[in-house]
């Protein structure tokens, strides 16, 4: 493939007060661009100022959401110098996501190198303050022109970046979560395992209600027998339950996170025993009521790690470790992000340096 062209912004824009950042409102001042057409495949990858783009309103993305996504940050480390955690990870999701919804995978080695492209020219958007961060989002939209319902025939990959603020600004708080008993996030033989647009226009329903309930997120049910947890909210969910680190199995319908595989393996490397398997409700509201279920948590590249210390189902609540985060909790939050900010011993090779 060409080499990625670069076209400069004329002017650049005033860096926001990195104290008072909020997710994804600002953007950096370019974008990575690439196309795919039939015939042709992946080309032009270029960088271009951060604009508006111009599409037909019967762009197929707009009607039958072919569409993916991916998630990732920048970090800042102590020399001032830039990473990425697990990167590759992200390409070769985005790349299992195409699959499933009919884009044609992406060129890895060339997807990434304009993420890192793109991170290296929006250096100085990288901000410094403890727990700050630049977020990374690549996605894929179909556009071809056409209400055919069919695969298209084009598309375009595309790279924005938007500077986040730490996301616990006073210590981890644990959150409130109740579980979902009505609407499902995904099915087996669905996009559940995808990060598609379309698993999160399905969601939204459930977090608005939690929220005016007074609760953070929901967790998730599996669509089948509504019976076996899958996620919470956008995150992965882990339990300690009588000294075990206990999470549900990849089965189709749960988003294989980055954070949740590196919880496992620095779990296994720490000498837990950690089980990948089914649990239901009724087996985590049990240990809860045995004293047993001693701290739950979500895992995601936005909070890393987010404690819950109430779990609610119907008229049942439990509080978990008191409402209190719990150590093993607090030990994969320190490490993670020790690795991610390049502030501790990363034995994985998972922080990748600019
Ligand atoms: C992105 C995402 C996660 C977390 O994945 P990470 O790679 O850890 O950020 C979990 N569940 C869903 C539904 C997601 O979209």
């Known amino acids: 493939m060409e080499p990625i062209q670069i076209n400069k912004a004329k002017t650049l824009k005033d860096l926001p007060d990195p104290a008072t950042l909020v997710f994804g409102k600002v953007f950096t001042d370019h974008m990575f661009l690439m196309n795919y057409d039939a015939g042709k495949g992946w080309h032009s990858p270029r960088i271009e100022p951060y604009a508006p783009l111009s599409l037909e309103p019967s762009c197929m993305v707009f009607h ?61 958007w990288v901000p410094s303050l403890e727990g700050t961060s630049l977020y990374v989002r690549p996605f894929v939209i179909a556009t071809d022109a056409s209400l055919g319902v069919h695969a298209s025939h084009s598309y375009l990959y595309c790279v924005i970046c938007c500077p986040v603020g730490a996301y616990y600004k006073e210590g981890l708080q644990p959150v409130k979560i109740y579980v979902e008993d009505e609407d499902v996030r995904a099915v087996r033989g669905g996009t559940g395992f995808t990060k598609c647009g379309g698993n ?16 953070s997120q929901v967790l998730w049910l599996d669509g089948v027998e509504r019976k ?95 409402g209190q985060i719990g150590a093993l909790s607090q030990k994969l939050y320190d490490t993670l992000t020790g690795i991610q900010w390049g502030k501790v011993a990363d034995p994985h090779g998972w922080s990748v340096k600019l």
Not at 202 to 215: C, D, L, M
Not at 287 to 309: C, F, M, N, Q, Y
């Open 200 to 215: 999160y226009a399905a969601s939204i329903r459930a977090g608005e209600r939690a929220e005016e309930k007074g609760f």
């Open 228 to 322: 076996y947890i899958e996620e919470v909210g956008a995150m992965n969910v882990l339990f300690k339950i009588d000294g075990k680190v206990v999470t549900p199995m990849l089965n189709g319908s749960i988003l294989p996170g980055i954070t949740r595989r590196s919880c496992l393996e620095l779990l296994r490397d720490w000498g837990y025993t950690v089980e990948e398997r089914r649990i239901s409700a009724d087996e985590l509201f049990e240990a809860a009521r045995d004293g047993k279920l001693e701290e739950a948590w979500g895992s995601g590249t936005a909070a890393v790690i987010s404690p819950i210390g109430v779990l609610a189902r119907g008229d049942e609540k439990v509080t978990i470790n008191g």
């Open 64 to 124: 039958y959401a072919q569409e993916v996504f991916e998630g990732m940050k920048a970090y800042r480390d102590p020399d001032g110098g830039v990473r990425l955690f697990r990167p590759m990870d992200n390409v070769k999701r985005l790349n299992d996501s195409c699959e499933r919804l009919c884009i044609p995978q992406l060129p890895e080695d060339i997807a990434l190198e304009g993420i890192e492209a793109l991170v290296r020219l929006e250096e100085r």
